[in-house]
């Protein structure tokens, strides 16, 4: 069973760079051309190649390179058999700065204990949540301030492994493309010293302290015991909030992602970066105290989600590697390489596999104590899974790395991951193919996929307009809330309306556009990150 595309030529609904790569998708085989919107005029006419059969979507679908067309403008494609045309699209040198800064500024709307103001917000303002303290959960006598930070998703918890993951890539993107964020957002900090998005970061920063024990282990998460209806605004969430039980894997991407902010902000802010790097190497003391996996279920008295993960391995690998990279010590040195002899992913960016933040920070120093043996296999295993996704996208019928079984919950987070893997691949082979890969994972985000549909909301002409999110699902505003990451196709159909309404359809079509569907349609922190990362790129000033 399959379902037909809205259309059958998909674009990325944002644009192509100038002198990249442009493929249209058609499900059509023959002449296409390509006509700029204003004058209507027909600017360059192509055959696409020959249909081929897309085992993730179902469709026969074909390619249509339009490369040549290096105009700058607004187009639209229309195949010679077809009155139905596609989306329209700009070709510019830089076609996403708005988008760059939607995906950014979305950090901000997902902000905890503080008002969201109409000069920055928008119609989409809101006053101060979750402002009152917390229980600690073993211990219920014991109130703590927890306000600040972002939700985390749809749902108003805030969890220490997935804010880890998505501070780490805001703060890569910034130290890999820094001239990304010359422009300001703006938000509130907006000072035009400190790059708004270190700003953002240190909103998330400041409430993660507050989430660590004085023994230097870190509660796992804070939340309220179930979700909120789901017409809750979060000023109206009242429930108490608690503090479930430390976890190790919380407390190594703490110490990790506070050891990589020292770094990052010691040119800003001296005070601030030693506070960080204070707070990780507490945080490592209690992991050098608990070996063994302290690993995170659910009280019986708590539903919200878990990140339940039953492997710390990468989580001490990546603090370890954080914490050498900041403070040169060689007893993180030590640590690194034994961790890293163990059997993990060492390349994994995603919660429950984060040991690639790790090996990132071992190969992005400059540090002159550095293994060169490590160095060289940590280098060759990126290249080999660099080459591994390449090798993946190039048999994809839209150009990106998932296999037909890696539609999962969150599948653009893999995308946008992949995408991110791939351009830091670029940057140390210079190999163009992985450049060219990543872009096609952003031209899949953006519209040029089976659905016909840009997974931002409030970008493109075509995009995803009722989000899993309660703030948008409460409000009486048409539009959702914009620059916000769908979670995209899941298979899995883990939700009661995917289960009604996607059953047998083919991995990448299991998506539905609908606000009860937790499983396909929610956003996250960490599905807005790896898109800022990888935008990011596109960004940077030459
Ligand atoms: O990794 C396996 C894969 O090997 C297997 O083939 C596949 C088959 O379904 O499953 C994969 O695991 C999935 C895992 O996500 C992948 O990260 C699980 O089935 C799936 O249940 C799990 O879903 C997680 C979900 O919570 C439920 O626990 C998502 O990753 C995670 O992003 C999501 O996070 C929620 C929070 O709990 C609450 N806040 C919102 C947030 C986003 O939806
Ligand atoms: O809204 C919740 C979402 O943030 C979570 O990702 C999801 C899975 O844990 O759960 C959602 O809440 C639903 C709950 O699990 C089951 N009852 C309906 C809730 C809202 O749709
Ligand atoms: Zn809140």
Known sequence: ????????????????????????????????????????EIVFTGQTGPLKNDDASGHMVAFGDFSAVNDVGRFYIRHEMDSVTS???SILQRPYTELHHGLLKAFYYFRCGQELTPEFAGPWHHSACHLAKGFVYDNHKQLLDCSGGWHDAG??????????????????????YPSAFNRPTPIPETDGIIPDVLHECRWELDWMFKMQDPSGGVFHKLTTHQFPPLSTL???????????????????CFAAVMAKAARIYQPFDADFAHKCKQAAVLSWGWLVNNPDVIAFHNPPDIATGDYSDQQDIDDRYWAACELYGTTHDPIYHHALLTIHKEPFHKFGLCWSNIGGYGSLAYLLSNSTQTDLELYEQLLSDLRKEADYMLWKSTTDGHGISLLKDEYIWGSNKVVMNNAMLLLIAYRFFKDKRYEAAALNHVHYLLGRNSLDLSFVTGFGD?????????????????SPVPGLVSGGPNAGLHDDISKKRLQ???????????????????????????????????????
Not at 462 to 475: G, L
Request: hydrophobic share 35%.
């Open 1 to 40: 069973m399959t379902r037909s595309t809205m259309r059958g030529i998909t674009v990325n609904q944002i644009g192509y760079p100038l002198y990249s790569n442009k493929h249209a998708v058609f499900t059509k085989e023959g002449t296409f051309q390509v006509i700029e919107e204003g004058s209507g």
């Open 87 to 89: 989306a329209t699209f």
């Open 155 to 176: 749902d108003y918890g805030k969890y220490v492994v997935p804010g880890a993951k998505a501070v780490a890539d805001l703060l890569l993107a910034y130290e890999l």
């Open 234 to 252: 979060p000023e109206h969430d009242l429930e108490p909030l608690v503090f479930s039980p430390i976890s190790s894997t919380a407390t190594g």
């Open 462 to 478: 075509h995009s995803v307009q009722h989000p899993h999110y309660r703030p948008s699902i409460a409000d009486d505003i048409n």
């Open 504 to 542: 047998g359809l083919p991995p990448a079509q299991c998506f539905i556009d609908h606000e009860d569907s937790y499983a396909t349609n929610e956003v996250a922190v960490y599905w807005n990150s790896p898109a800022l990362f990888v935008l990011s790129h596109w960004e940077q000033q030459q």
